[in-house]
Every structure is written in structure tokens, then in C-alpha cells.
């Protein structure tokens, strides 16, 4: 059974720092890893899917990378702003989102 | 393009009573998926539908239960409330295409007093 593991759990940093948050998996099958953002009370909003093939994709400020030998991914949040407070999730799947896996979640806070 | 549309927003159900949810995925999406997130809690995969058919869910009793209509939108029921069914129900959708990414909609928070 997949195990999708965050570090830290909670993260407070001055603006403007640039940050990496970890996410570590048990099982290297997978198929796609999603990153995504969570505000409190809303749904995800879905930052970058790095394929399986893939080891990193870019978007703006954000960088996220796979090693899926190691099973691990990291996201890396360049000079971070206070509106990228956030509980981030990192999200495995198989081909197919039925068995999709959610990691436990890294809430951020980016103090002005 | 629009997002995955949930309605309602919030809703409060007193225990016994049924209670249906909606939701709309992107345009062109054919399967959607159905989790609920309990306070404090991750998001748990109850349902997922493809092409109008049921095609898996999750580990949740069978009063939870939904459907899929012809332009791709979808309902989850839930019958006999309890308690512990108080989540924030989300709905995700995605394409058939390959790497296609999963996309939610902001949720129904369901209150079960």
C-alpha cells in the first residue's frame, strides 16, 4: 500500500525566503505526482503533475522535482509571498486517479 | 474555462436524513471522483465515475452512493446520516487523456447535527 509522507508538517517563514517542501512515497510505480495547494475550507487547486518519465517541472515561481528511485519529490517555492500560506499536498497515482494517494500535507505560512 | 462546480456550498443535515450533492467537471471530462476530507482528517476516496458508469469506490458503506448523467455531471447521495459524516465532500475531475491532471472543485462542507 502507498505511504505518502510530507516534511515538514508546518512551516513558518519571513516573506521573501525561498523554501522546499518534501514529500517522500513507499512505492515507486507510480504513474504521475500532482502538487497541489489547499486553502482553509476550499478545494485543491492543482500547482504542477510531474510524469513519471519527468523529473522536474516549472511554473513561475515554483519548481518541482521526482526521483522516483529514491521515491522522493520535492517543491520548491522561490521568494515566497504571504498569499502562498497554505496546507500544500503532494498526490500519487497509478495511471488512474481511483487509487490516488495523499500525502499528509505541509501548512505554510509566509509571515509579511 | 470554467472549473469543477460543486453546489451546494454548505449544507447542515440533521442524522437520519439523505442528503445529495452535485457537481460539475470541466468540460471534456469524462470521469469524476468523489472524497471526503472528515475535519482533521485526509481526503479519502469514496467514488469514481467514467462514461456514466460506476468504476470503483472506496472503502464507505453503501448509503453512500451517486450517479453519473449523460453530460458527465454527477451526484453523491448520502442516505441515513450520521454524525461523523460532517466533511467537506469534494469532486475532481479529469480527462481520459494520459497524464491528464486531476482537477477540484472547492467542495461541499456537509454539517451533520
Known amino acids: 500500500k502507498q505511504e505518502v509522507t510530507q516534511i515538514p508538517a508546518a512551516l513558518s517563514v519571513p516573506e521573501g525566503e525561498n523554501l522546499v517542501l518534501n514529500c517522500s512515497f513507499t512505492?515507486?510505480?507510480?504513474?504521475?505526482l500532482q502538487w497541489f495547494r489547499q486553502d482553509p475550507g476550499k478545494g485543491l487547486t492543482s500547482l504542477l503533475l510531474?510524469?513519471?518519465?519527468?523529473r522536474e517541472q516549472t511554473s513561475g515561481r515554483l519548481n518541482a522535482s521526482l526521483d522516483k528511485s529514491s521515491g522522493r519529490s520535492t517543491l520548491y517555492i522561490a521568494a515566497s509571498q504571504p498569499g502562498d500560506s497554505a496546507t500544500y499536498l503532494c498526490?500519487?497515482?497509478?495511471?488512474?486517479?481511483?487509487?490516488?494517494?495523499f500525502g499528509t500535507g505541509t501548512k505554510l505560512q509566509v509571515i509579511p | 474555462e470554467a472549473g469543477v462546480t460543486q453546489s451546494p456550498t454548505h449544507l447542515i443535515k440533521t442524522r437520519g436524513q439523505q442528503v445529495t450533492l452535485r457537481c460539475s467537471p470541466i468540460?471534456?471530462?469524462?470521469?469524476v471522483y468523489w472524497y471526503q476530507q472528515a475535519l482533521g482528517l485526509g481526503l479519502q476516496f469514496l467514488l469514481w465515475?467514467?462514461?456514466?458508469?460506476?468504476?470503483n469506490r472506496g472503502n464507505f458503506p453503501p448509503r453512500f452512493s451517486g450517479r453519473q448523467f449523460p453530460n458527465y455531471s454527477s451526484e453523491l447521495n448520502v442516505n441515513a446520516l450520521e454524525l461523523e459524516d460532517s466533511a467537506l465532500y469534494l469532486c475532481?475531475?479529469?480527462?481520459?487523456?494520459?497524464?491528464?491532471?486531476?482537477?477540484f472543485g472547492n467542495g461541499t462542507r456537509l454539517t451533520v447535527t
Open positions: 512505492d515507486s510505480a507510480i504513474y504521475n
Open positions: 468540460s471534456g471530462h469524462t470521469s
Open positions: 498526490v500519487t497515482s497509478p495511471r488512474g486517479y481511483q487509487k490516488v494517494t
Open positions: 475532481a475531475s479529469s480527462s481520459d487523456q494520459d497524464y491528464s491532471p486531476l482537477h
Open positions: 510531474i510524469q513519471s518519465s519527468q
Open positions: 465515475y467514467d462514461e456514466g458508469e460506476e468504476r
